[in-house]
């Protein structure tokens, strides 16, 4: 039974379109949330959610927006897509201490023609 | 404020032979410092942490590491590496104790591949 899933595991799409990544976690989590991983592997941090608030908006553009429903659900939506957000988006989860282990879902390949 | 650096974005080792991937963090705080890896097409999974108990931390998979302040590293060995242990590794720091994960900054990466 996967622990952090998000679907779609790959999203190829046009310039201008707007998109929807979902995540949920099993784990009994207060805290998740959203990365993006860019072509060079760099890994940082967009946003971050305990128990259904926001807590993190690292800059991101205001095209992305997170949407949590409930603490075992954190949905990514991104309008007006651009060719620079092309990347590798994985959703992670974990306890609310600073010594918590992240357990991240497996991924989704954004393309954006 | 907190970073990592991650010494060489990739490193070739022969199978058998000693794995060594370096990470160097700056913290304000004593840190909490993590390693993960990445296998190709999968999300990030913890390989070990050190979180101000021992600082010779093992973790799975025969990894282990050393936090050596004086240094503020946190290099990642492996005596024997292993065909399976080719990957994506990274090294991260959060603020320690009183601190959160919100704060998890993430280094570079190091791509390690293993030569039969």
């Known amino acids: 039974d996967t622990a952090v899933s998000q679907t779609p595991k790959y999203l190829v799409t046009q310039m201008g379109n707007d998109k929807s990544i979902k995540c949920e976690q099993n784990?009994?989590?207060?805290?998740m949330y959203w990365y993006k991983q860019d072509s060079k592997k760099f890994l940082k941090i967009m946003f971050s959610y305990n128990n259904k608030e926001l807590i993190i908006n690292e800059t991101v553009p205001n095209r992305f927006s997170p949407k949590s429903p409930d603490k075992a659900h954190l949905n990514l939506h991104i309008n007006s897509l651009e060719l620079g957000d092309s990347a590798v988006y994985f959703c992670a989860s974990s306890g609310r201490g600073g010594d918590e282990k992240l357990f991240f879902g497996s991924g989704t390949q954004l393309s954006v023609l | 404020a907190q970073s990592v650096t991650q010494l060489g974005s990739h490193v070739s080792v022969s199978e058998g032979a000693l794995v060594l991937l370096r990470c160097n963090y700056s913290s304000s705080v004593p840190p909490y410092l993590f390693w993960y890896v990445q296998y190709p097409n999968q999300g990030l999974q913890l390989l070990l942490k050190y979180t101000s108990a021992a600082t010779l931390v093992k973790g799975i998979n025969g990894f282990e590491a050393e936090f050596k302040k004086s240094e503020t590293s946190f290099h990642l060995t492996k005596p024997s590496a292993h065909m399976s242990d080719a990957a994506e590794y990274f090294c991260?720091?959060?603020?320690?104790?009183?601190?959160?994960?919100?704060?998890?900054?993430f280094g570079k990466g190091t791509l390690l591949t293993v030569n039969p």
């Open positions: 991260a720091v959060s603020p320690g104790s009183g601190g959160s994960n919100y704060k998890l900054t």
């Open positions: 784990l009994g989590h207060d805290t």
